[in-house]
């Protein structure tokens, strides 16, 4: 039988994160409804403190690992927002942590990371470079690791935007969730099918380097390279020996959309110019999803917007209308 994280579980991780970050606004897009003929609603995880989702799910597992495992410091990899929230989370305990990175991590979120007090480490060209260099931690240095995504007290946390979700937005028919190593969409999935089992739940990635949606398609988990996307914070790889994120996605998520580089840019562009929300390409691609007719609502669509922290000098060129492809 599948290992999974269950609604008690989501509840309890609320109960526990609660005071460490915000409840986020479901707020309803005029434009988006008006054009696609159904409520469409934006989840804005942009506005959460480190201005992305991943604070629930790093602030919940580092409070399920207890002092103990804070005092000999806190490690992990990162495309960017996990390690802000882990650092984040770990200044406010009081805790070391060691972030480790690509080089592939834009400057913008390396920086953010420092300046909230972390160590931070540039490793190799993608995620699992990364992830070799945080395992050295852990073995040699004792340092407890803080995992991106393949955790259950992560998919939790990041679980509670779905409780969030099912209650400002009861009748829910569909959901649209980023999809990178499956915790945000596991855990939303978790949470709104065990609330309203009815709604339907679509992960959404970019064409370029989506290994989850790959891993998914072959029926098991793969390695797949890792290459610069506007989507920065959904690349990755998902572990070959991946031992929940993979199934959970598999047995909960009814489909997945992968978006190109031009669809993702159209999708910031809208965010920034219709509803006023700056938004990375990661947090875009519900909207993109929907502007480039991939999906059609069919009733209340909440739409998780991920995050906010891209590089500004990358938006103006998005929303100003130059070549917004990624070279």
Avoid: W, Y
């Avoid at 390690?83 to 305990?93: D, E, F, I, K, P």
């Avoid at 979700?165 to 945000?184: C, K, Y």
């Amino acid at each position: 039988m599948t290992a999974m994280v269950t609604l008690p579980d989501i509840e309890e991780a609320r109960r526990r994160i609660a005071g460490h970050v915000v409840r986020t606004p479901l707020t309803r897009s005029q434009a988006l409804s008006h054009q696609f003929g159904a409520p469409v609603f934006l989840k804005l995880e942009n506005h959460q403190k480190t201005g992305s989702f991943k604070l629930r799910g790093a602030t919940n597992a580092i409070l399920c690992l207890g002092d103990e495992a804070h005092s000999r410091g806190l490690a992990t990899a990162s495309t960017g927002n996990h390690g802000r929230a882990v650092a984040h989370a770990a200044r406010t305990l009081g805790a070391r942590a060691t972030i480790c990175l690509s080089a592939l991590v834009p400057a913008n979120k390396v920086e953010a990371i420092g300046s909230l007090g972390a160590e931070v480490r540039i490793v190799g060209r993608s995620q699992d470079d990364a992830m070799r260099e945080v395992e050295r931690l852990v073995r040699e240095e004792g340092m407890s690791f803080v995992p991106p995504f393949d955790d259950a007290g992560v998919i939790a946390g990041q679980g509670t935007i779905g409780l969030e979700i099912a209650e400002d937005l009861p009748d829910v028919a569909l959901v649209l969730v980023p999809l990178s190593g499956g915790g945000l969409a596991s855990g939303v999935a978790a949470a709104i099918k065990g609330r309203r089992p009815q709604a339907r739940v679509v992960g959404l990635s970019m064409e370029r380097g989506a290994a989850m949606a790959a891993s998914l398609a072959a029926g098991a988990p793969l390695e797949v390279q890792e290459v610069e996307t506007l989507a920065d914070s959904l690349g990755g790889g998902i572990g070959l020996d991946n031992q929940l994120t993979f199934a959970m996605c598999r047995d909960l998520l009814d489909e997945v959309i992968l978006l190109s580089e031009d669809e993702i840019a159209a999708g910031i562009r809208h965010a920034a110019v219709v509803e006023g929300e700056i938004v990375e390409g990661a947090g875009a691609v519900g909207i993109a999803a929907l502007l480039a007719g991939k999906i059609k609502p069919d009733g209340p669509t909440a739409i998780v917007v991920s995050g906010g922290n891209i590089d500004p000098a990358v938006h103006r060129q998005i929303v100003n209308d130059i070549k917004s492809g990624v070279a």
